[in-house]
């Protein structure tokens, strides 16, 4: 990209940051009571999106947990993080026009701003107009009373890139993505979140199966803060991306930062030791305590109490399990 193109996409990001900031601070909950059919409909229905996750995210700490006094303090520092709300809001600055052997479409730049955090916290994804037509379509079908009221921009039989149908779209695309955020099964619904989320892991796990570990990561860094901005009440389905950064930073020799990583996923999981990821993390993490020069005696016994309570069966490594995520 040359110094113009980069000063322009520079003045786009910060006129769009600005509109967001300055956007109305109206949270979820406020547009929730404005929208009492959408509402009643979702308190009326059973939430059901992932059922092991949500009684994951429920568990209660075992009166037998083995757990350090560190361990308990990172756990219900992570609790108490659940319980504050987090605020999104949705910008589409810009746009770019796509043309391949057959093919011609828009690309719609997403900023996803978390309100009150300015610049720090932002995320840019790119999605199409097919991308937002999936997500419609998967939504009625699990949401239907919900989304009965939802407008959704039609295609146009000609002049789908003429620059006003294009701002059009921009703009109706930017109340879409707020309209939905607002209403909180939908927000909370995997189907929202893979939309804005899914097409970049599966980059990265492509990169990491590749060996390209470092475009993965760096990929993974991007996305894992828009994933614990949108799974706020379910810290453990980030679990697998933490790891991941694990295994990139590991095979990168950046053994303090894999470490870093690693506590940071362990600690989603000293109530869910039966989590698939809990035994090859704790393998890893003795690996990687024992480099650094660390206490690795406290992983070791969590892994042997682990072994005594389950039956001998083939466990994955952590990269083995890494790389079977997100296979098309």
């Known amino acids: ?38 509402e009643m409909s979702c308190q009326m229905r059973k939430e059901n999106p992932e059922k092991d996750d949500v009684q994951d995210s429920n568990a209660s700490i075992s009166p037998n947990s083995s757990m350090t006094t560190k361990e308990l303090q990172e756990y219900w520092r992570n609790e108490k993080s659940q319980c504050r709300q987090v605020k999104l809001l949705f910008e589409i600055p810009s746009t770019r026009i796509v043309e391949q052997h057959l093919s011609k479409y828009v690309m719609y730049k997403i900023i996803i701003l978390q309100t009150g955090s300015f610049d720090s916290d932002k995320s840019v994804i790119e999605r199409r107009y097919s991308d937002f037509e999936k997500l419609h379509r998967n939504l009625l079908e699990e949401f239907s009373e919900e989304m009965e009221d939802v407008t959704f921009p039609r295609k146009a039989l000609t002049g789908n890139f003429t620059e006003e149908i294009i701002n059009e779209r921009k703009l109706a695309f930017k109340d879409y993505l707020r309209l939905l955020y607002s ?98 993390l704790l393998e890893t993490m003795i690996t990687l305590a024992y480099e650094l020069g660390k206490d690795f005696l406290s992983f070791q016994e969590k892994l042997e109490e682990w072994k005594a309570k389950k039956d001998p069966i083939r466990v994955f490594t952590l990269k083995e399990l890494a790389v079977r995520e997100y296979v098309k």
């Open 1 to 38: 990209m040359d110094q113009d193109s980069h000063c322009t996409a520079e003045k786009e990001l910060s006129e769009a940051v600005r509109r967001i900031t300055t956007f109305s601070t109206t949270s979820p909950s406020d547009e929730e009571q404005k929208q009492p059919k959408a």
């Open 183 to 280: 209403m909180k099964y939908i927000r909370r619904s995997k189907k929202f979140i893979d939309f804005l989320t899914r097409p970049e892991l599966q980059e990265a796990y492509g990169c990491l199966r590749g060996g390209q570990y470092t475009r993965a990561l760096d990929i993974l860094l991007e996305v894992i803060g828009l994933q614990e901005r949108l799974t706020r009440g379910n810290p453990v389905s980030i679990v697998p991306t933490l790891c991941a950064i694990v295994v990139c930073h590991k095979d990168l020799e950046n053994t303090a930062s894999a470490f870093e990583y690693g506590e940071r996923a362990l600690s989603r999981l000293c109530v869910h030791t039966s989590h698939r990821y809990y035994m090859p």
